[in-house]
């Protein structure tokens, strides 16, 4: 359903306090990956949030759930933090050490409760947050019959991203089923401790290595990427869904063959299909970087998610020998990806008055992807089965209310069973038989990459921007 008025709202019957008390409280400026999501909030003058929405077991009650919320707002800083806003100067965030939080409980009555779930849920994703006096968490219990059956969580985007959503899920499901006890302590940097350590020695040093790689990145690249629109009309934004299970089994032939995971191979596939439309190239694209490799983030409930860009040759080479670029391209944007957005941006408005002209960086990429990467002793799909599931290829158009408003935003999801390319793009540059040739063409490349890595790339000209489409 795309229209929230078309979902059953439930009825509110219960707002329970629940109070917390947890270690840790101060306060510090905003971490980095903080800051880039505040930014997107301040662009775009919406909250933003993540959120998730989980069938509970029937004997579960309102206690348990209420027992579930104070174990995680205790236990992780970053849902207990708000921002405290200044006039003409960054936020800063503050933790408290105790309070009380509201649970509220929903009641489905005829209408299905999983239908009232999705409601509540985008309600509240849509609802803006009062940043400085709202606790960034807001969890409901959805109930049908007296009976409780969904939990919906929503939480602000500058507490935490997806990978420490799921961070906080499996925490909680970690704990003892009896006591409701931890598994263990926290071991992973809460936000007080990255704020720290970003202002250390060590963490501006790391600053300023991101901040050279990115200056070098935006003196190579052409500024314009797509010309002029071609299209013309008011600027809108139009989404594609590309499901392939051919891209699924090609990705994992060539990371079991080169025994690498598979990130290269998709981020060589995007950039091979998509210079093979534009005649771009190089190919430009920032990437969304979870940060999640770095000492003491693995596990860590928090906003960690930042921007690094891309940047890959793909001209007069092999599909083959695109993928062992893209490995090495990843890596650089990988660790060049833990900065201070702030800085970030003087950097590029400094290059840009020195260029005379302004740098296009609206081309974007998400791997979203939450299972396994590395196919390392798996058996290798065979030929006959790639191309059979070429034909299972669909292709679906269903714009979102909350789609990035880029030229290019380009994310990857796996559905089960193949490999899914959701791409937003300003229709001004791009209509629907464009975005489905793109989509096309990075199958194709991910299928040449597995099948026929001796295949040329065809992208002749190294800077060609806004030509050949």
């Not at 880039?36 to 004997?59: D, M, P, T």
């Not at 263990?184 to 401790?193: D, I, K, S, Y």
Request: hydrophobic fraction near 40%.
């Amino acid at each position: 359903m795309s229209d929230e008025q078309e979902l059953p709202p439930g009825e509110v019957v219960d707002r329970i306090t629940v109070p917390f008390a947890g270690s840790g409280a101060g306060e510090a400026d905003l971490t980095w990956g903080q800051i880039g999501l505040w930014q997107s909030i301040e662009a775009s003058g919406k909250s933003k949030a993540v959120f998730h929405i989980a069938e509970v077991e029937q004997e579960t009650t309102v206690d348990d759930v209420a027992g579930m919320l104070r174990f995680m707002v205790s236990r992780h800083q970053s849902l207990r933090t708000r921002l405290v806003l200044r006039e003409g100067r960054p936020p800063r965030q503050r933790c408290s050490a105790s309070g009380a939080v509201t649970l509220t409980v929903v009641d489905a009555g005829a209408d299905d409760p999983a239908a009232v779930a999705e409601a509540v849920s985008r309600r509240w994703q849509h609802e803006q947050f009062d940043f400085e006096n709202e606790w960034p968490i807001r969890l409901a219990a959805i109930r049908a019959n007296g009976v409780l059956t969904h939990v919906v969580t929503v939480i602000l985007h500058t507490s935490v991203d997806a990978y420490g959503l799921s961070a906080l899920a499996a925490d909680v499901a970690a704990r003892d089923a009896g006591t409701g006890e931890p598994a263990g302590p926290v071991t992973a940097l809460q936000p007080l401790e990255q704020a720290a350590r970003q202002a250390s020695p060590a963490g501006q040093r790391q600053n300023a290595a991101s901040l050279k790689y990115l200056e070098r990145v935006l003196r190579a690249i052409d500024a314009g990427r797509f010309g002029e629109p071609r299209y013309g009309g008011e600027r809108w934004i139009d989404m594609v869904q590309y499901r392939s299970p051919a891209t699924l089994l090609a990705v994992r032939a060539v990371a079991a063959r080169e025994r690498i995971d598979d990130s290269p191979v998709l981020l060589a596939s995007f950039a091979v299909g998509l210079a093979r439309f534009t005649g771009v190239n190089p190919v430009l694209a920032m990437l969304m970087v979870g940060n999640r490799f770095r000492p003491g983030l693995a596990d860590s409930v928090s906003a960690l998610i930042q921007l690094s860009p891309y940047l890959i040759d793909v001209a007069d080479t092999t599909v083959g020998h695109t993928v062992s670029r893209a490995a090495t391209s990843a890596i650089n944007a990988y660790k060049n990806a833990y900065y201070d957005p702030y800085e970030q941006d003087e950097v590029i408005e400094r290059v840009e008055r020195e260029r005379g002209e302004e740098l296009d960086l609206s081309c974007f990429y998400n791997d979203r992807r939450q299972q396994e990467r590395s196919h390392v002793g798996e058996t290798v799909p065979r030929e006959a089965e790639i191309r059979a599931a070429l034909e299972h290829s669909r292709l679906s158009w269903e714009p979102e209310i909350s789609m990035p408003r880029r030229k290019i935003y380009f994310n990857v999801d796996d559905p089960p069973g193949a490999i899914e390319f959701v791409m937003s793009v300003d229709r001004r540059y791009f209509d629907r038989s464009d975005m489905a040739t793109i989509m096309r063409n990075i199958e194709q490349a991910a299928v040449e990459a597995a099948l026929a890595p001796e295949a040329p790339t065809r992208v002749t000209r190294r800077v060609a921007a806004g030509a050949g489409h």
